[in-house]
């Protein structure tokens, strides 16, 4: 049963549909491999050998558990393959292996944490952006009529959401002294604006991780990579670029005897998980780079729809596929309405979100549905048609689409 409960609320995780594949890449597929990591170094560390240590001849098999032990636990030292013995600084221990398995679970949760603040913040927007992007992404499995449904009740959740920024601003306005402030849901920004500080929560993640590690591991992490790819395009050891993972290293610890009588003895030990963790870290050096690039470059991409003349050609070219837009002053008056007014940002950002995560033809439909509803709602405003908008939006925009009892009923929307 509580294994049932795990899987799906794993698959609820996985299956989520409200961001674009950069975010993915981030929060869930780093956080997929660090994990896999994780169980591989802490079941070599708990279960396995970590450390084998060359001991005296006098010493027995507890004499030699014993020694692996204490030097394991508390730390070991370098010494150069050329450096003599004498010069070598023993209070140079190395503590941080033993705490990999915790360093990766501390990332992994550094990573997640951007995700959650999306999550946390994205629900009080008043539009159901999960379940619009599960939606929207499981389109293609639907029949045609069902298809039709969803599409319809996508778009006029969106609508509903929409209809009331652009109908009745100026007077939230003029009545809360919040909604003066140049963002906010009344505005039309809220989720768009969110969605940015969470995209730049992820650089500054991937920054700070960086600096974070050089602190912890003591040498240059961020340019791990490059060292280790000079060493090794020039065919030298590219293990020696550091001392950061030794594979050989000594120990010192001390054993008392019977009364005051001290022995102190320094052995030589093998690291054999330092092979792995080299291997790993030289790797996550990389697709952290990697990670870094592609979400400065997703962040300027998401940076464009500020300006309405990106976010008007980009709605265009699926009106224009429809035949929905016309050449006349007025079409071209009303298109302008619909892509400043009313949809601005948010909406241009949901319609982007969807697009992410369907196809063209999938948010081509939405978009034309949204379109032809502003056409005919927003073209003949009456007073009926607003109240009704103000009182549907009010029973809507913060419960959610899944508690519209509208759209519960004719059940092509999962739960």
């Known amino acids: 049963m509580m294994l049932g409960s795990v899987l799906g609320e794993v698959q609820r995780i996985v299956n989520k549909h409200d961001d674009d594949v950069v975010d993915r890449y981030n929060h869930r597929y780093t956080v997929i491999a660090l994990a896999i990591f994780i169980f591989v170094i802490a079941s070599k560390q708990y279960f396995g050998e970590p450390i084998t240590c060359w001991t005296p001849a006098q010493f027995t098999g507890s004499h030699t558990s014993y020694a692996n032990t204490i030097c394991w636990t508390h730390g070991t030292y370098p010494v150069g393959g050329d450096q003599p013995y004498h010069t070598v600084d023993r209070t140079q221990v190395l503590p941080y292996y033993q705490w990999v398995p915790f360093i990766l679970l501390f990332q992994a949760a550094c990573f997640m944490i951007p995700n959650l603040i999306w999550h946390t913040?994205?629900?009080?927007?008043?539009v159901d952006i999960t379940s619009l992007g599960q939606n929207?992404?499981?389109?293609?499995?639907f029949d045609m009529d069902q298809r039709e449904k969803t599409i319809n009740q996508i778009a006029r959740h969106i609508h509903i959401a929409l209809s009331l920024k652009y109908d009745y601003l100026p007077t939230f306005r003029k009545f809360n002294l919040r909604n003066r402030l140049p963002f906010g849901r009344r505005h039309g920004n809220y989720l768009y604006i969110v969605y940015m500080i969470v995209k730049i929560i992820y650089i500054a993640n991937i920054i700070c991780q960086l600096l974070l590690?050089?602190?912890?591991?003591?040498?240059?992490?961020?340019?791990?990579g490059l060292d280790f790819m000079r060493k090794f395009l020039m065919g030298d050891d590219y293990s020696r670029i550091d001392r950061a993972f030794p594979r050989v290293t000594f120990c010192d610890f001390k054993i008392r005897n019977l009364g005051?009588?001290?022995?102190?003895?320094?052995?030589?030990?093998?690291?054999?998980?330092?092979?792995?963790?080299?291997?790993?870290?030289?790797?996550?050096?990389?697709?952290?780079?990697f990670l870094a690039g592609i979400t400065i470059f997703n962040f300027f991409s998401w940076l464009k729809m500020i300006f309405t003349s990106y976010r008007k050609k980009s709605i265009a070219k699926y009106l224009k596929a429809h035949k929905r837009l016309g050449n006349t002053e007025k079409d071209k008056e009303l298109f302008d309405t619909f892509v400043r007014e009313y949809c601005h940002l948010d909406g241009a950002f949901i319609i982007s979100i969807l697009r992410r995560n369907s196809n063209y033809i999938t948010t081509s439909d939405i978009i034309c549905q949204l379109y032809d509803k502003f056409c005919r709602e927003f073209t003949r405003p009456s007073r009926e048609h607003r109240q009704i908008v103000t009182s549907t939006f009010k029973d809507t925009v913060e419960i959610g689409l899944t508690d519209n009892e509208e759209f519960d009923e004719k059940k092509p929307f999962r739960e």
Do not use: T
């Open 213 to 224: 590690m050089n602190s912890f591991f003591g040498f240059r992490y961020h340019s791990y």
């Open 260 to 289: 005051d009588n001290i022995h102190q003895h320094s052995v030589q030990c093998a690291l054999p998980i330092n092979l792995f963790n080299e291997k790993f870290f030289i790797c996550l050096w990389f697709w952290m780079i």
């Open 136 to 141: 929207a992404s499981a389109l293609d499995n």
């Open 121 to 126: 913040f994205s629900k009080s927007a008043g």
